[in-house]
């Protein structure tokens, strides 16, 4: 099969359209035809040498997939060639890709692949960290940075949806705006005011009861200074770095909760059930119209190299895809 290989680690130039073996399904998973994948911040983190996938899982880039099956492990059930579906994967960069049948979602059928490709990492994301482990509530606030991520049109989007009021940070006034499209109040933009500051105006000084950010070390103080007594940090991205100081006294005093979370390693029974709690939560949702996959840009699959490249300048509002098929 085709698929996109790295020469090496670094940058999107080692990306490269070559051939790589099909991967064989075990007897609980599907062998799936890719017809369209998406870009991930985890994906440039894996090209450059870190983030390395589960013992057994493919090397090659790519968190999520759409398509159709092509061959069934010998215990799987409620399938057949040629249904439609989409999920969360490794080695999505790729004309075929394995998947366990139990988190092999049906793809609607007024969805294309692209939309379909677009939901699950960041969907899944925003979910598991804004709900339940951020325990988001209506009524409560958010900020959440990066709001023109992937996961941050779907975090502003489903914090809406339940009831929060929604502050985001961006890097341009057009994805702000985009942003307050999706259901955030307020957007702030971090390269021309303080976002401290800005959360403490916009809230008469009283901050936020959950923050979800992807920045890391240089935010984590700032951050924790703007949540509310029994606030909650979430920690779900280190674009910024990993180490940094924090002042305890302030995590005791205020009885904050940092929570940290990574997908990737989780072990499969754990993401069959964070299937599941998407799937009765916001796919009814998605499927009606109330929440939408937001797509940037679709590329072709032999310009993964021009995709990453479109990442990392941040220029994305929402996902990048690639199709396969």
């Given at each position: 099969m085709k698929a996109i290989v790295r020469t090496g680690d670094g940058g999107p130039e080692v990306l490269q359209l070559g051939d790589a073996?099909?991967?064989?399904?075990?007897?609980?998973?599907?062998?799936?035809?890719?017809?369209?994948?998406?870009?991930?911040?985890a994906d440039m983190i894996q090209r450059r040498g870190g983030y390395p996938p589960p013992p057994g899982e493919s090397e090659i880039l790519g968190l999520e997939i759409a398509g159709t099956v092509a061959r069934m492990?010998?215990?799987?059930?409620?399938?057949?060639e040629g249904d439609r579906v989409f999920g969360l994967v490794g080695g999505g960069y790729?004309?075929?890709?394995?998947?366990?049948?139990?988190?092999?979602?049906?793809?609607?059928?007024?969805?294309?692949?692209?939309?379909?490709?677009?939901?699950?990492?960041?969907?899944?994301?925003?979910?598991?960290?804004?709900?339940?482990?951020?325990?988001?509530?209506?009524?409560?606030?958010?900020l959440i940075h990066a709001g023109g991520s992937g996961v941050g049109s779907a975090g502003?989007?489903?914090?809406?949806?339940?009831?929060?009021?929604?502050?985001?940070?961006?890097?341009?006034?057009?994805?702000i705006d985009n942003c307050k499209s999706l259901g955030a109040v307020e957007g702030i933009n971090y390269k021309e005011k303080d976002f401290v500051a800005e959360i403490g105006r916009l809230t008469d000084e009283r901050g936020v009861d959950v923050v979800l950010d992807f920045i890391g070390a240089p935010y984590f103080e700032r951050n924790l200074s703007i949540l509310k007594t029994k606030g909650r940090l979430l920690q779900v991205g280190l674009i910024g770095g990993a180490t940094t100081e924090?002042?305890?006294g302030t995590v005791m005093r205020n009885r904050l909760q940092?929570?940290?979370?990574?997908?990737?390693?989780?072990?499969?029974?754990?993401?069959?059930?964070?299937?599941?709690?998407?799937?009765?939560?916001?796919?009814?949702?998605l499927k009606r119209g109330t929440l939408q996959p937001v797509i940037d840009t679709v590329f072709p699959l032999a310009q993964a190299?021009?995709?990453?490249?479109?990442?990392?300048?941040?220029?994305?509002?929402?996902?990048?895809?690639?199709?396969?098929?």
């Open positions: 073996p099909s991967p064989e399904p075990t007897e609980t998973q599907v062998l799936v035809d890719v017809h369209a994948t998406a870009l991930n911040r492990g010998s215990t799987v059930e409620g399938m057949a790729a004309e075929q890709a394995v998947i366990d049948y139990r988190m092999a979602m049906p793809i609607p059928d007024e969805w294309t692949f692209e939309q379909a490709a677009a939901v699950p990492e960041v969907f899944f994301t925003a979910n598991e960290n804004i709900f339940t482990l951020g325990k988001l509530s209506a009524g409560e606030t958010i502003v989007q489903i914090s809406h949806h339940a009831g929060a009021t929604v502050f985001v940070t961006a890097g341009t006034s057009e994805k924090i002042n305890l940092i929570i940290g979370s990574v997908m990737r390693p989780q072990s499969i029974d754990e993401k069959i059930a964070i299937t599941q709690r998407f799937m009765e939560r916001w796919l009814p949702e190299q021009q995709a990453h490249e479109y990442m990392e300048a941040n220029r994305n509002f929402g996902k990048i895809l690639l199709k396969v098929r």
